[in-house]
């Protein structure tokens, strides 16, 4: 009973840490208005942790999908 309790709580802290550490969704996942940009609501609902000012390059109040997509691409290097 101990060794299922053991691994169960095991289970369970990995897939917290997981979690916690797991990329922010695609684009169009985190559009939830459809309306092809993120506003910061949006963005800050997706859970990336960049801050949306920087990526606004064209100052507009809204992420396009390239601009959103840096932060994939900066994960990656």
Do not use: Q, R
């Not at 559009?31 to 609902?45: F, H, I, P, Q, V």
Request: aromatic share 10%.
């Amino acid at each position: 009973m101990m060794k299922t309790y053991t691994t169960v709580a095991a289970a369970a802290a990995l897939l917290i840490s997981t979690a916690a550490f797991a990329a922010p969704p695609k684009f169009d996942k985190a559009d939830t208005n459809g309306d092809g940009s993120l506003d910061a609501a949006e963005y800050a609902a997706s859970g990336a942790k960049k801050k949306f000012e920087k990526l606004d390059k064209d100052g507009d109040g809204k992420l396009s999908k390239k601009e959103y997509s840096v932060i994939f691409d900066e994960d990656c290097e």
